[in-house]
């Protein structure tokens, strides 16, 4: 079966999954986290019955101060870098132990979450190993708040060309961040898996269903999931919604799916939102000049246009 | 009653894994270790073994996977050397204090640099302080026995820590010796399928992993060191059950001519027979010479190794590896701090030798006797046979 046509039960306003949420309330991420939001829909969706795997990192801490846990699934966090590999195993351990009659007698999802940091860095080479293996049951999810937020603001492969972090800071010989933001869903897509897709909270719908459908097909999937955090992008706490829409409107983080190799883009935008409109909610922006504005403006728009053409040459 | 037959050593190893009816194995290529792995790869590949077999990108990953397998409540392997377990360092730390009770061979394999395929310690030793379970295999049958016992050991309710077990790299893992395969009967006595006390359970979900901070660290590292003394006598009651089924008795210390023995080595791994033969030779020249081989190094096994150096005068310690900067190498530092304060007092020196593969050999054994035995006192642990 194409991993198109791999049925899942579609989360709908009407059957929004009810009952008591997967991340239990409680935890201590900041006030308006994004991410945590994102995670919380993310594990509602799937109710309890998979494993989770976290990579350390600020849904990792503000989860699990020992003895509480906000997990209601089973979870497992071993280090920093390498949530994919410890996936691979407990992914392999629930595939055999039922091959051999000692386990479940269902597919046990497995769902590594890491943040920008835990992936497109220091954990790149333990993801690419795994996405690579074919694991039957694998979803990483990659929650994207764009630069090392739970040691303190320091900028990561996945930070945006311009934003001021503390390690790209902004001073007469620096204007924020040099680099261009990794491409981590084109490289998970190379790996020739048959599900890559990314998301936002701000379209919890789209979201919940990524996930769902992530786990309904059998392979490795990767979630590229928009974590706007307030508190490393010096933004008031009430707009990590708002940026989420802006990111979309502006073409910045635009929502598509690649499913066995082939694009579809989920919310087309033809009129862009100036990218100033999300800039000016974010501190982490602030020196942008005009010029830099272009400048940015000019590559999103680029880069947007690319996979507009990829999804009209090889469509779902 | 198993059947003796000639195979490589490593193979042997791959053998009792196979035995041990394994769940999974995550490993990555590494001489001298690769036998291992890829004869467990062909188990799997022509079905012998029903595992899982991962075949990671790096040995980071391979212990990561370990320690995500055996959380999921699998039997689970790998093996390495060198600096592949330096690369795994970070993930040796976390296993035991997850109470993954995973097994990893280790062909012992010098450290970099310079870069060096060749056997010494210097890998295990890097991971000395750990919480693993370490044990120390002299020849072939060894190394398969041991692997057995590393499963019964670590899997054991009381225990749950991950063990590994040591077999020199090449000297040991390359040769072809005469070993008794067992029985899959026998093993299966000996080893019952692993049932975790605690797992990654969908119907009983528990957080293995969380943080922990100042107010409770201190009691995770304790309660970490109060099982590693707990397993103690669980390692022994595992190897007379061993011997039970098996009819080869382990200690966790082999002596060797100690009832009146002057001066006693003190070493660990496959350099024993070299030395066993230095000391016949020496017993027949008529001097009081002895030897004592650590097969336990972790937990140290204080109580046996103060019993077997009880009568010594002298007492040599013998190390595989340098600890830079210091007076005193690894089990130099262990043997004295062990001496000091007890009852005894013999003299303590401490050599290094066979770095890097450099042969180890008779005359070097008889050397370390006669400094041993010499009034000469020594200042600092003396790497032996240096090129001038």
């Not at chain 2, 701090?337 to 030798?353: I, R």
Request: hydrophobic fraction near 40%.
């Amino acid at each position: 079966m194409r991993a198109a046509d791999v049925p899942f039960e579609k989360v709908t306003a009407k059957n929004f999954p009810k009952g008591p949420d997967s991340l239990a309330p409680g935890h201590r991420a900041c006030q308006g986290c994004g991410e945590v939001l994102a995670l919380r829909l993310l594990l509602k969706s799937l109710g309890t019955e998979f494993i989770a795997v976290s990579a350390t990192g600020c849904m990792e801490v503000c989860t699990g101060p020992f003895p509480q846990s906000a997990w209601r699934m089973p979870w497992i966090h071993v280090a920093f870098e390498n949530a994919a590999a410890v996936a691979s195993g407990v992914e392999a351990a629930t595939h055999v132990l039922r091959r051999k009659g000692r386990g479940y007698d269902q597919r046990i999802p497995v769902v590594a979450v890491a943040g920008d940091g835990g992936t497109a860095d220091i954990g790149l080479q333990a993801l690419s190993g795994a996405l690579e293996r074919y694991h039957e049951n694998f979803v990483y999810v990659c929650l994207d708040n764009e630069a090392y937020m739970n040691t303190g603001i320091q900028r990561s492969s996945s930070t945006p060309f311009g934003a001021n972090t503390t390690t790209s800071p902004v001073g007469s010989h620096s204007k924020g961040q040099y680099t261009w933001k990794k491409n981590m869903p084109a490289i998970a897509a190379a790996h020739g898996v048959p599900y890559v897709a990314t998301a936002n909270p701000a379209f919890h719908l789209d979201l919940m269903n990524k996930i769902r459908r992530a786990v309904a097909i059998k392979g490795p999937a990767y979630l590229h999931v928009y974590a706007p955090c307030p508190t490393g992008w010096r933004m008031k706490p009430e707009l990590a919604i708002e940026s989420g829409k802006l990111a979309v409107a502006t073409r910045i983080f635009p929502l598509y799916e690649v499913i066995d190799g082939n694009y579809v883009i989920n919310r087309k935008v033809d009129n862009p939102t100036p990218i100033s409109e999300y800039f000016k909610i974010q501190g982490r922006f602030r020196h942008l000049k005009e010029d830099d504005i272009s400048t940015i403006t000019n590559r999103v728009n680029q880069d947007y246009e690319r996979l507009v053409a990829l999804s009209e040459r090889f469509p779902v | 009653m198993g059947k003796r037959i000639g195979i490589e050593v490593s193979l042997a190893v791959s053998e009792a894994v196979k035995l041990a009816n394994t769940d999974v194995i995550a490993a990555y290529p590494i001489t001298p270790q690769t036998h291992i792995v890829e004869h467990l790869s062909e188990l799997v590949a022509d079905g012998s073994l029903d595992a899982a077999y991962i075949p990671v990108e790096s040995e980071h990953s391979a212990m990561s996977s370990c320690i995500g397998s055996s959380a999921a409540g699998a039997r689970t392997f790998t093996a390495t050397s060198s600096q592949g377990l330096a690369l795994m360092n970070e993930m040796i730390y976390i296993a035991p204090i997850l109470r993954t009770p995973i097994v990893l061979a280790i062909a012992n394999r010098a450290l970099s640099a310079p870069i060096n395929i060749w056997n010494d310690h210097s890998d295990i030793m890097s991971v000395r302080d750990a919480g693993w379970i370490s044990l120390f295999a002299e020849n072939g049958q060894e190394a398969l026995d041991l692997t057995l016992l590393a499963f019964r050991i670590g899997e054991d309710p009381a225990v749950s820590l991950p063990v590994n077990v040591n077999l020199d790299g090449f000297t040991l893992s390359h040769f072809i010796e005469p070993i008794i395969i067992p029985d899959q009967q026998e093993v299966d006595k000996f080893l019952p399928p692993y049932k975790p006390s605690l797992q990654l359970d969908i119907k009983n979900p528990i957080s293995i992993g969380l943080l922990g901070g100042p107010e409770c660290y201190t009691e995770s590292r304790k309660a970490a060191d109060d099982i590693l003394e707990a397993s103690v006598p669980v390692i022994k009651k595992a190897f007379d059950e061993f011997d039970k089924v098996f009819g080869r008795k382990y200690q966790v210390v082999e002596t060797y001519c100690i009832e009146d023995a002057e001066t006693v080595i003190v070493l660990m791994g496959s350099i024993a027979e070299t030395a066993m033969t230095t000391v016949d030779e020496l017993r027949a020249e008529g001097k009081k010479v002895g030897l004592v081989r650590i097969r336990l190094w972790r937990p140290f096994p204080r109580t046996e190794l103060l019993a077997a150096l009880s009568k010594a005068k002298n007492v040599a310690v013998v190390d595989r590896h340098v600890v830079l900067g210091s007076d005193t190498s690894a089990v130099g530092m262990e043997i004295k701090s062990l001496l000091y304060g007890s009852q005894l007092n013999p003299k303590v020196t401490n050599y290094v030798l066979g770095l890097g593969g450099r042969d180890v050999t008779r005359e070097e054994f008889r050397y370390i006797f006669d400094q041993a035995a010499s009034g000469e006192a020594q200042v600092r642990c003396e790497i032996v046979g240096v090129y001038e």
